[in-house]
């Protein structure tokens, strides 16, 4: 009792588990020797001292597990040999001796399970702490990865579409529709949604949606989706990045027109003219309706430049597109060719009636007609008109090319049309 005493007034004084330990072990070696004395009486309470008291050493005292087999052992021995040391040896004893080595094996036993089965608890719960910290960490990662990516993000449930986070980002794109639940759906046509939704359920993910989105400030954007379909909980949501690509479309639409558009002019150049005219020409076969192509050259352009200046030809040349575009018809098509020369694509156009067209240009251009400021000048023309089984508009071209040349060597300012006419038309 007072090694008992002793040690519980220790232990008041706050120790480490180290020092528990030692503490323990004091302990231990004080109350040992006292036992074994205490049942040197040979009574019947001796006895249940003798089985009882090594639970203490092996299932209540904080020792590592080699310690606390130990003294145990220790402590059956002690107690055992004060036990049948003041007596003449007996059959009992015997009996006694073989009942404290059962109760310690089975204590031993019950030890070792009880010690395997703590270290599968602190196991688990070391692998659940880990598991915590891990997933913490995680989340705390894929956080600052939703903050610092700079392309608007969304995460919406499925199949309602609310928004469950976004990041940023989205906030700054979206304006405050990104709190809302239709962030997305508000702003996708009903038709692409449609078309959005059958390809994730049919493959789980989207890359590369090209659509337009209609933001809450009336901006209308061209718009990149990458989607993607995940587990969140017991719900399934979509991963929504937004790649906005108005200005890459912008810019494309504006190389476009400068590559198929003459820059001196605004005309269609001769790239653009003859991929028209291949279109139109499958248009004219598909449903039989005519086509016709006009030649025009500027008369003694030269002279104007060596005359008046190169500025003064270019004035000349803006001028005389500017007068092509106000004669002809939207569907028709007027191009800058080369240097001086220039075509007109007439879709629909009979000859009679394209040759009524080219002699109107030849005349406004004679008489200066929205050419203020710029020198007198006049243009030769040659037409054709595409024939039954022509498959391109070069042999047409070339005829109203050749219609050109020979209204040029006519006396020029003058229209030549290279398509003979037909004799009721010539009787009339």
């Known amino acids: 009792m ?19 330990h030692r503490l323990a072990l004091l302990w231990a070696a004080l109350t040992i020797p006292a036992c074994a004395v205490l049942v040197t009486p040979h009574s019947e309470p001796a006895l249940l001292i003798l089985f009882v008291l090594p639970l203490i050493y092996y299932l209540l005292l904080p020792l590592r597990f080699a310690w606390a087999v130990g003294c145990g052992a220790a402590c059956s021995l002690a107690t055992l040999a004060g036990y049948v040391a003041v007596t003449p040896p007996s059959q009992a004893d015997l009996g006694v001796a073989l009942g404290v080595v059962t109760v310690n094996v089975v204590l031993a036993l019950a030890l070792v399970g009880a010690n ?39 995460i919406l449930a499925l199949p309602e579409g609310s928004l469950i986070r976004a990041n940023r980002a989205a906030f700054d794109y979206f304006g405050p529709a990104a709190g809302g639940s239709g962030t997305v759906e508000g702003a996708l046509a009903r038709r692409d949604l449609t078309r959005l939704a059958a390809l994730l359920r049919r493959h789980g993910h989207v890359t590369g949606f090209e659509t337009h989105l209609a933001l809450a400030d009336g901006q209308r954007r061209d718009v990149l989706l990458d989607v993607t379909v995940a587990p969140l909980g017991q719900r399934r949501a979509a991963l929504a990045v937004v790649v906005d690509i108005t200005e890459r479309k912008r810019m494309e639409r504006t190389l476009q027109r400068l590559a198929l558009t003459d820059p001196l002019t605004g005309l269609a150049n001769r790239t653009r003219f003859f991929a028209a005219a291949a279109a139109e020409i499958r248009r004219s076969r598909r449903y039989g309706h005519p086509l016709a192509v006009v030649m025009i050259d500027i008369d003694f352009f030269k002279r104007i430049n060596d005359g008046f200046g190169h ?100 006396g020029r300012n003058r229209v030549v049309c290279a398509d003979p006419p037909r004799p009721e038309r010539s009787q009339a």
């Open 116 to 154: 395997r089965a703590h270290r599968q608890e602190w196991a688990a719960l070391a692998s659940e702490r880990a598991a915590r910290q891990e997933l913490a960490e995680h989340r705390e990662m894929l956080n600052q990865l939703l903050l610092a990516v700079p392309a608007p993000l969304l």
């Open 311 to 410: 500025d003064a030809g270019d004035r000349a040349l803006r001028g005389f597109a500017g007068l092509c575009r106000a004669l002809v018809r939207d569907q028709d098509l007027a191009a800058r060719i080369g240097g001086e020369e220039f075509a007109l694509l007439l879709p629909e156009t009979a000859p009679p009636d394209a040759l009524a067209l080219a002699e109107r240009l030849r005349a406004a251009t004679e008489a200066g007609q929205g050419l203020d400021g710029l020198p007198p000048m006049t243009v030769s023309l040659g037409l054709s008109s595409l024939r039954p089984g022509e498959t391109a508009i070069d042999p047409a071209l070339s005829r109203a090319d050749q219609a050109l040349y020979q209204a040029k060597r006519g």
């Open 2 to 20: 007072l090694a008992s005493l002793l040690c519980w007034l220790l232990a008041r004084r706050g120790t480490t588990l180290a020092g528990q």
